[in-house]
T-cell receptor
Framework: ETGVTQTPRHLVMGMTNKKSLKCEQH?????MYWYKQSAKKPLELMFV???????ENNSVPSRFSPECPNSSHLFLHLHTLQPEDSALYLC??????????????FGEGSRLTVL | GEDVEQSLFLSVREGDSSVINCTYT??????LYWYKQEPGAGLQLLTY?????DMKQDQRLTVLLNKKDKHLSLRIADTQTGDSAIYFC???????????FGTGTRLTVIP
């Protein structure tokens, strides 16, 4: 059991669809993250939430819309995506403090294919 | 901005040692991490090293940090087929909670 659960694991959508990715953590953490993993590229940080407040938006296009209703849940709403948005989207959580190791715990990812 | 670089592929024979290398550009990095990603799974923390250390050993894993050259390496002794995975190097700046990752190195262990 990972402690961070992502659904769905696989998603295929057309460019005009609207869908959402969901992430839930059971670790008592207060920070949550979305990362994008594409082949042969570094993991890209997309969004960071600390105590439900967005603290970082890494120049992500507006067709990606995050939502964090509480410290345990994080969503990524998808709208009019492009084929180049096809990737593995990873959710992670951590404690938010500058004093600890900052270990991130990752979910297994949602594999998105945009047709 | 932060830049973390790794080679994309490494192949080793079972029983040999593997050495995965990483370079980074940010001299204010506080912690440096190695994560492992097995097929179909998320990233799992393997080990980390604080920037005031130059070596850390944990069973088959040895991390070496050359802060002057901004070079980090992960050595896996007696590599097994179960070690086949993608290994990510990551760094965190002082006071920040975000991690910056490299591309990952795909390690293939040949039986």
């Amino acid at each position: 059991e990972t402690g961070v659960t992502q659904t769905p694991r696989h998603l295929v959508m057309g460019m005009t669809n609207k869908k959402s990715l969901k992430c839930e953590q059971h670790l008592g953490h207060n920070a949550m993250y979305w990362y994008k993993q594409s082949a042969k590229k570094p993991l890209e940080l997309m969004f960071v939430y600390n105590f439900k407040e967005q603290t970082e938006n890494n120049s992500v296009p507006s067709r990606f819309s995050p939502e964090c209703p509480n410290s345990s849940h994080l969503f990524l709403h998808l709208h009019t995506l492009q084929p180049e948005d096809s990737a593995l989207y990873l959710c992670a959580s951590s404690h938010w403090t500058g004093g600890n190791t900052g270990e991130l715990f990752f979910g297994e990812g949602s594999r998105l294919t945009v047709l | 901005g932060e830049d973390v670089e790794q080679s994309l592929f490494l192949s080793v024979r079972e029983g040999d040692s593997s050495v995965i290398n990483c370079t980074y550009t940010d001299s204010s990095s506080t912690y440096l991490y190695w994560y492992k990603q097995e097929p179909g799974a998320g990233l799992q923390l393997l080990t980390y090293i604080f920037s005031n250390m130059d070596m850390k050993q944990d069973q088959r894993l040895t991390v070496l940090l050359n802060k002057k050259d901004k070079h980090l390496s992960l050595r896996i002794a007696d590599t097994q087929t179960g070690d086949s995975a993608i290994y990510f190097c990551a760094e965190r700046q002082t006071g920040a909670n975000n991690l910056f990752f490299g591309t990952g190195t795909r390690l293939t262990v040949i039986p």
